[in-house]
């Protein structure tokens, strides 16, 4: 147990810890009084001067009934408590990291440790409650454990146990029997997270606030259209009885139609009937349906900042940018709720164990942008050719995929067949050469690499008897007394490189001169456009050298 004593440091607002409270529970729950733990009821019979009232009096200071509202709201209003809870589970899905750059291992190793805890995970969890509310507080209980002063214990605390300051409605303070402003509350002893979704006194940031309107319309609506389906889910029945009839025959004849109602069956006497007339429900659907979904894309608006992704999206690409919107909204909460845990965990903590610093390990809860994995593949397939160097860890790590270890089996690209001798080179063999049948023994030699050798040749002299082009006519006409394929072939190359400056120069010299005249990149661009490099020439001449080159492979089967 902690001695009662007051300590040299300092809280966040400027005041003194007392150590004795550091152990001891403050905002107890009671039976009776302004912490009873009975809950309140506010939704039940709700009107719009009573909402009206609820509000005013929550700005004013007193929040009790609206933070009552705002709790039964989402249990109520089933789109509300969705998106809220959507916001408040992608809070929680985003890993926490430690910035620690320049402070003491010993430190980085104790706050590690502490956030490493069970019961600091679920506080930071529970202080997302805040976004709905306006704020969100949970007690920690301090006791030395493993070397260290650290919270032991942490228990979230119902937002109606506190109250602000009547002045300035900014200072968070326990709600106290008998006290108008409360109690003060101890430093160090509470996490206090009070989002900022808008602007203005923090009672009123809340997006509860807002939704309960929605809230309101909501039930009306519903209420509404179910007396209107109870009415119109069934054809109205008209009862006919003639001039003569008695009134006792009145009288049975509408209990008859009344009981049609509730029993489906029901006789009436000789000569009177019954009419059934349609009505058209689907005006209820159009009317009341249309209503709730014009209120339920409001709330989708306020609470997660889009409609795409909780509502039904009209196409991927929309979605997509109303996803960033989203996300947007994401890392706004998760930066106020890293601020909030740096302020009143991390920095006491490091404070009483270790002394004041200069600087202090700051956790961060950081979202990683979606990453578009066909753009991301398609720009490293274009640009390492080039000689851009990529590390493998940092592209795995955007796709979501893990360092390979030392046992793991790898995927790898199928390795090329081994090359073919034939004539003096080496040609890699086709990998759609179909295995020759085993009844032709010629086709299929003892020697492995003798059959492949086989095959090829089979399939090139195939080619050259098929084709009809005046190339593989001559080819074979004059097969037999052609020299050695790769000395023509390095003729060809000899005489090729003779005009390259010719070749090059329709090429080559409008470049020079655009970039000469460009006063810009996208002027380069747009004369690029209107008079840029000709390659005719050189596109003739390799189509030249390239049939001439085919032939003489064919030639040389």
């Known amino acids: 147990m902690v001695g009662t004593r007051t300590s040299s440091i300092l809280g966040p607002d400027g005041r003194p810890v007392v150590f004795s409270t550091l152990s001891k529970e403050i905002a107890t729950p009671t039976i009776a009084g302004v912490r009873r733990t009975h809950e309140d009821r506010v939704a039940s019979g709700l009107t719009p001067e009573m909402l009206g009232t609820i509000l005013r009096d929550a700005a004013e200071g007193n929040g009790r009934s609206y933070l009552t509202l705002a709790e039964e709201m989402e249990e109520r209003y089933l789109h509300y408590g969705s998106q809220l809870q959507t916001r408040r589970l992608a809070i929680e899905s985003v890993p926490a990291t430690l ?4 402070i003491d291992d010993k430190i980085i190793a104790a706050v590690e440790e502490l956030l490493e805890d069970d019961g600091c995970g679920e506080a930071l969890g529970s202080l997302s409650d805040g976004i709905g509310k306006s704020y969100a507080t949970v007690e920690m209980m301090w006791e030395y454990e493993r070397k260290y002063l650290r919270p032991v214990q942490y228990i979230v605390r119902d937002q109606r146990f506190f109250q602000f300051d009547r002045l300035t409605l900014q200072q968070l303070r326990l709600a106290v029997d008998g006290s108008i402003e409360g109690e003060e509350l101890p430093q ?3 996490l206090r997270h009070l989002p900022r979704t808008k602007l203005g006194i923090p009672i009123r940031r809340g997006v509860a606030r807002p939704a309960a309107w929605a809230y309101l319309i909501q039930q009306f609506t519903l209420q509404d259209w179910a007396a209107f389906s109870e009415v119109y889910g069934m054809p109205l029945r008209v009862g006919k009885y003639n001039a003569g009839a008695s009134s ?3 009288r049975t004849l509408l209990k008859a139609v ?4 509730n029993d489906a069956a029901a006789i009436i006497p000789a000569g009177m009937e019954i009419e059934f007339h349609e009505v058209n429900g689907a005006n209820g659907a159009a009317v009341f349906g249309g209503l709730l979904e014009y209120v339920d894309k409001q709330i989708s608006k306020i609470v997660v900042g889009q409609t795409m992704t909780s509502d039904d999206g009209s196409s991927l690409g929309q979605a997509k940018i109303h996803n960033e919107v989203r996300l947007d909204i994401l890392r706004a909460d998760c930066k106020q709720l890293a ?3 740096n302020r009143d965990l991390i920095k006491p903590f490091v404070d009483f164990n270790f ?7 700051r956790l961060q809860l950081l979202v990683p942008d979606p990453e578009d994995i066909e753009a991301l593949s398609n720009a490293l397939s274009r640009l390492v050719p080039l000689g851009l160097k990529v590390k493998q860890s940092e592209i795995r790590e955007k796709i979501g995929l893990s ?3 030392g046992e793991d089996e790898l995927l790898a690209q199928p390795a090329p067949p081994p090359p073919v001798e034939i004539g003096a080179g080496k040609v890699s063999p086709p990998t759609d050469v179909k295995t020759p049948s085993p009844a032709n023994d010629d086709a299929n030699p003892a020697d492995p690499q003798k059959a492949k050798t086989t095959a090829l040749a089979a399939i090139v002299m195939d080619h050259k008897r098929a084709c009809r082009c005046g190339a593989c006519i001559a080819l074979l006409a004059a097969e037999a007394s052609q020299p050695d394929a790769l000395d023509q072939v390095d003729e060809i190359f000899a005489t090729a490189m003779d ?5 090059a120069a329709p090429i080559v010299d409008p470049l020079f001169a655009i970039i000469d005249k460009a006063q810009s990149f996208d002027e380069a661009l747009a004369m690029l456009d209107a008079a840029g490099p000709d390659a005719t020439k050189m596109a003739e001449k390799l189509a030249r050298l390239t049939a001439i080159a085919r032939g003489i492979g064919d030639i040389a089967d």
């Open 403 to 405: 360092d390979p270890e």
């Open 499 to 503: 005009d390259w400056q010719a070749l």
């Open 99 to 102: 910035e620690a750059e320049g």
């Open 188 to 190: 160090a002893k509470f």
């Open 355 to 361: 002394g004041p610093q200069d600087r202090y390990p």
């Open 258 to 261: 009344a009981s049609i109602a």
């Open 248 to 250: 006792a025959d009145k």
């Open 339 to 341: 601020i909030t845990m």
